[in-house]
C-alpha cells in the first residue's frame, strides 16, 4: 500500500476516523499500531513478524539496559552492543547476503522487506539513545512499537529520533482542522513532486541509462540532470506525503530535505539533503567511530568511513561505494580547504567580508553553488547508472563531446526551470530555509487554487511505473 | 448558531471553488489536450469515426492537432480528387501525435499533388485500433465510403494476430446513416449528452483515458485502445496453421473486393540496444505475410531496413517524442517522412 493509491485513501480515512471517534491516549496509541501493522502487512504479512521482532528486540535491550544499570550499575554496553548487533545482522542479512556470498547462493530468492532500512535504523537510534541516557527508561511495548512502526515514515523515512517522537505520543495530539489542512497540503505537494515530476522524469532517464552509448553529449547531459530532479522529487515527495499523513493526525515529522541543490558546498549539502538520514549517520555512526574527537587525520578518516558505510547502506555495489567515498572525500576536502582558508584569514588578519566586495562574495557563492550542483549530479551517475562499466560510459559521453541520439526531454526543461524559479524564490524570500508555505483556507481563492492544482494534477501525473525508488534501499 | 452559519458558509465557498477550478481547468487543459467525442457504430468501415467538423489537439505524446472532416477522420476539408490514394489503418496513421500537414498521408498528398492543394489525393482513413483483423472486416464498407480509389494501402504494425482476431472478412456494411455528420445526429440522446460532456469538459475525457495506460512506457491513452485486439499476442507454432488459413482467407476476401493496386505498409517497432545499435524485430510470421501478399499481388513494402539506415547514418529514430522516450509509441515526425518518402517512390516508381 502507497500513498497514492485507493487502499491507502480507505486505510487513511478509517483511521482518521477512529482517532477522531477514540480520544483515549492509550486507545490511540493501539489504533495507530494496528493501523500501523495493518499498512506494513498489506505489503507482505510475512514480514510483519521481521518488525515486531525488531521492536521487540530494541524494547528489551532498552529495558535492561536501564534494569542493568539500576541493579549492577554497568552501563549496559552488553546490551547495546547485542540489540545493535541483532538489529544489524537482520539487515544485513536481507541486504548483502548475495553481495558476501559472492553469488553462490543466487538460486535463493532472498526479498528485501521494503522499510528494513528505516526502520532497523530507528530501533538502532532509540536503543543508543535509552544507553546515552538521551530518553528515560521505555515504559512499555507500545510506545516503542509505535515509534518504530508509525505508518507514515515506515516505508523511507523521515528518520524519526524516539526524542522528537515519543514526547508527541505523550502529548496525544488531538485531530484538528488546522492540522488536516496543513497535511493535506504538505501531502498535495509531495504527491506533485513524485507522480507528476519525478515518474515524469524517469521517462527519460530510464531510457538514457539503460542505452547510453546510443545518445549524444547534450542527451546524457539532460538525462543526468533530469536524474538528480527526479530523485530529489522522488525521495523529498515521498518524504513531504509522509509528513503531510503525520501531521493531518497531529504529529510532526522530521523535515528530510531543506532546497539541497541550492548548498554552497558538500558539507551544507549534506546538511539539506536526506537530512534524517545525515543527522541519523552523523549522531550513531561518525561519534560512535570517534568524530572529530581523536585529531584531524581520524576525523578524515571517519567521515570518508561513514560516507562509505552510507554508500554501502544504499546497495551492496561497487557504484554506491564509489558514490559514498566521492562524497566522503569532498567532504575532506571542503574540510581542509576551510581550515587552510580560516589559518590564511588569522595570517593576513582580513575578516572575509572586509576581504571580498559584495558583488564579488555574491559570484563566488553563486558559483559554488553550481560547482556543488555538478560535482553532486556526477556522484549521482553513480547512484543511477546500472554498473561501473555504464557510469563510466556516461561521465565519459559528459566530458567529451559525442554525436548520438539527440533527446531533450521537454518536460525536463518545464519541470527543471519551474523547480529552479520555486526555489530560487524560497531561498530568498525565506532566507534559504524551505519552510512549507501554506494557503489559507478561509479565503476563497486559496480554495480555488487548492482545488485546481489537484485536477491538474491528475491531469499531468504520469501513469506508468510509480514504485518510489528510496523503498529499494 | 453563528458557528453553524459559518460552516455553512464554509462548505458553500467550497463547493463554488470546486465548480471554478474544474471549469478553469477545462479551459487551462485545451491547448494540451482536446478529443472529439467518438461516435460508436455497427456500420462503416471502421468501428467508430470521430464527431464531424471538431479538431483534435493532442500534447500527450508529442504534440499534434487535428482536424476532423466531414466523414468523422482526420483530413482536410477538401473535396476528392478523381483518384485518391485511400490509407486505412490504426492509430499511427491517424497521427495525432505530429501536426497535421507532417502525417505521412499528408506529405504524400502533397508530392502526389502536383502542387494541387484544392482537392484531397490520400485520403486517411484510420482510427485508434483499426488493425489488419478489423480493416479486413470494413474492407469493402471502405470502398463503397470513398468511391474514387486508385490505390489502397494498409498500414500493419504487426503481422502478428491471433485467428480469433479475424472476427469477420467484409461483413461490415456501408450506411450513410452512420456516416459523418448524420452519424452524430442519429445517435441516442444519451450518447449525445455523453459525448457533450466530454467535449465541453476535455478533462473527462483526458482522465478516461489515462485509466486505460498500464506501460507507461507507451505514454499514450490511443495504444491500449485497441478494440479487443489482443496487441501482445505472439502465436504458439500450434496455431500456425491457423494462422496461415485465416490471413490466407483475409487476403482472398480483400481481392474479391477489390483488384486493383495494393500496398501493405510494414513499419516494425524497434529497439535501441545497451551497446548503442538499433533493432527491429521481424515475427515469426512475417515471411509467411510477406509471401501470402505477393501471392495476391500486393506489394509488401517494409520499413525495417529504412529505420536501420536513417539511425546508422543520421541518428534519427522513427518513433517517440521529445515529451516520451525514444523508440516508443507512436511514429514521430521522422517516422512519418521516411514512410512518405518511400511510399511516394513506390507509388511513382510503378511498384520497383
Known amino acids: 500500500m502507497t500513498f497514492l493509491t485507493l487502499p491507502f485513501l480507505i486505510f487513511f480515512i478509517i483511521t482518521m476516523a477512529l482517532l477522531v471517534l477514540i480520544r483515549g491516549k492509550q486507545q490511540r496509541q493501539i489504533i495507530l499500531l494496528l493501523a500501523s501493522y495493518v499498512f506494513y502487512a498489506y505489503w507482505d504479512v510475512r514480514f510483519l513478524l521481521l518488525l515486531i521482532f525488531q521492536c521487540l528486540v530494541a524494547y528489551v535491550s532498552a529495558k535492561m539496559i536501564c534494569r542493568t544499570r539500576l541493579t549492577k550499575g554497568s552501563s549496559g554496553k552488553p546490551w547495546v552492543l547485542l540489540g545493535v548487533g541483532l538489529c544489524l545482522c537482520v539487515l544485513g542479512f536481507f541486504k548483502y547476503f548475495h553481495f558476501f556470498t559472492g553469488g553462490h547462493f543466487d538460486t535463493l530468492t532472498i526479498i528485501l522487506p521494503v522499510g528494513i532500512s528505516f526502520y532497523t535504523f530507528q530501533s538502532i537510534s532509540y536503543i543508543v539513545d535509552v544507553y546515552r541516557g538521551k530518553i528515560a527508561e521505555p515504559e512499555n511495548f507500545l510506545k516503542v512499537s509505535l515509534y518504530i512502526s508509525f505508518f507514515p515514515q515506515l516505508m523511507a523515512g523521515p528518520i524519526v529520533k524516539a526524542r522528537d517522537f515519543l514526547p508527541q505520543l505523550d502529548r496525544n495530539p488531538a485531530i484538528t482542522w488546522d492540522n488536516i489542512q496543513k497535511g493535506a497540503q504538505i501531502f498535495l505537494m509531495g504527491a506533485i513532486k513524485k507522480a507528476v515530476i519525478a515518474d515524469r522524469l524517469a521517462v527519460c532517464v530510464d531510457a538514457v541509462f539503460a542505452a547510453p552509448k546510443a545518445y549524444s553529449s547534450l542527451s546524457i547531459w539532460c538525462a543526468v540532470l533530469a536524474y538528480s530532479i527526479q530523485l530529489y522529487c522522488d525521495f523529498s515527495g515521498y518524504s513531504d506525503m509522509a509528513i503531510g499523513v503525520a501531521k493531518a493526525m497531529g504529529y510532526d515529522l522530521t523535515r528530510n530535505f531543506n532546497l539541497p541543490y541550492l548548498s554552497a558546498n558538500v558539507t551544507e549539502f549534506w546538511k539539506r539533503w536526506h537530512i534524517s538520514l545525515s543527522s541519523w549517520l552523523q549522531e550513531y555512526l561518525y561519534i560512535s567511530l570517534g568524530g572529530n574527537r581523536k585529531g584531524p587525520i581520524r576525523t578524515y578518516i571517519n567521515l570518508l568511513l561513514t560516507m562509505v558505510l552510507g554508500g554501502l547502506w544504499h546497495g551492496a555495489s561497487m557504484n554506491f561505494i564509489i558514490w559514498g567515498a566521492l562524497h566522503g572525500l569532498a567532504l575532506v576536502v571542503h574540510k581542509l580547504f576551510m581550515k587552510w582558508r580560516e589559518g590564511r584569514k588569522s595570517n593576513t588578519g582580513l575578516a572575509s567580508k572586509d576581504a571580498v566586495t559584495s558583488k564579488r562574495a555574491c559570484f563566488i557563492h553563486v558559483l559554488s553553488i553550481l560547482c556543488t550542483y555538478l560535482f553532486v549530479c556526477v556522484c549521482w551517475v553513480f547512484f543511477r547508472a546500472t554498473d561501473l562499466s555504464s557510469a563510466l560510459t556516461i561521465l565519459k559521453r559528459m566530458l567529451i563531446f559525442t554525436d548520438g541520439i539527440q533527446y531533450v526531454f521537454i518536460f525536463f526543461v518545464i519541470y527543471g526551470l519551474a523547480l529552479l524559479l520555486i526555489h530560487l524564490y524560497l531561498y530568498i524570500k525565506e532566507n534559504a530555509q524551505g519552510r512549507y508555505l501554506f494557503l489559507d483556507f478561509n479565503k476563497f481563492w486559496p480554495k480555488v487554487i487548492f482545488i485546481l492544482v489537484i485536477l491538474l494534477a491528475m491531469a499531468f501525473y504520469y501513469p506508468g511505473d510509480g514504485s518510489f525508488i528510496y523503498f529499494q534501499f | ?352
Open chain 2, 1 to 352: 448558531m453563528k458557528n453553524k452559519n459559518a460552516s455553512l458558509k464554509n462548505l458553500i465557498q467550497w463547493i463554488l471553488a470546486a465548480v471554478l477550478a474544474f471549469v478553469l481547468a477545462n479551459i487551462l487543459i485545451i491547448p494540451y489536450w482536446y478529443a472529439p467525442g467518438w461516435v460508436s457504430r455497427d456500420t462503416g468501415a471502421t468501428p467508430a469515426i470521430y464527431h464531424a467538423g471538431k479538431t483534435v489537439i493532442n500534447g500527450y505524446e508529442g504534440y499534434g492537432w487535428a482536424h476532423v472532416d466531414e466523414r468523422g477522420y482526420l483530413n482536410e476539408d477538401k473535396p476528392l480528387a478523381d483518384e485518391v490514394v485511400l490509407v486505412l489503418g490504426c492509430s499511427h496513421t491517424k497521427g495525432i501525435e505530429v501536426p497535421m500537414d507532417k502525417r505521412y498521408t499528408s506529405l504524400l498528398n502533397d508530392k502526389l499533388s502536383g502542387g494541387d492543394d484544392s482537392k484531397l489525393y490520400v485520403y486517411n482513413m484510420a482510427i485508434d485500433g483499426f488493425y489488419f483483423p478489423q480493416i479486413v472486416d470494413g474492407f469493402k464498407a471502405a470502398l463503397q465510403e470513398i468511391p474514387s480509389v486508385k490505390t489502397v494501402i494498409i498500414e500493419i504494425p504487426s503481422t502478428e494476430y491471433a485467428p480469433t482476431d479475424f472476427v469477420g472478412y467484409n461483413t461490415r456494411q456501408y450506411s450513410a446513416d452512420f456516416t459523418g455528420t448524420t452519424a452524430f445526429k442519429n445517435l441516442p440522446l444519451s450518447s449525445k449528452l455523453q459525448t457533450g460532456i466530454k467535449e465541453i469538459f476535455p478533462l473527462t475525457s483526458l482522465y478516461l483515458s489515462k485509466q486505460f495506460v498500464s506501460d507507461g512506457t507507451k505514454a499514450t491513452p490511443f495504444f491500449q485502445a485497441t478494440a479487443g485486439l489482443n496487441n501482445n499476442f505472439v502465436f504458439p507454432p500450434a496455431v500456425y496453421d491457423e494462422y496461415m488459413q485465416v490471413t490466407e482467407n483475409a487476403f482472398k476476401s480483400i481481392r474479391e473486393a477489390w483488384d486493383g493496386e495494393l500496398v501493405l505498409l510494414y513499419h516494425p517497432s524497434i529497439q535501441i540496444n545497451p551497446d548503442g545499435t538499433i533493432s527491429y524485430k521481424d515475427t515469426i510470421s512475417h515471411p509467411w505475410f510477406f509471401e501470402i501478399s505477393q501471392k495476391y499481388n500486393a506489394l509488401f513494402a517494409g520499413m525495417g531496413g529504412t529505420w536501420h539506415e536513417t539511425y546508422n547514418n543520421k541518428q534519427l529514430i522513427p518513433y517517440g517524442f521529445s515529451n516520451t522516450a525514444p523508440a516508443q509509441g507512436h511514429l514521430n515526425e521522422d517516422g512519418h517522412r521516411l514512410i512518405a518518402d518511400l511510399l511516394y517512390m513506390i507509388l511513382e516508381g510503378g511498384n520497383n
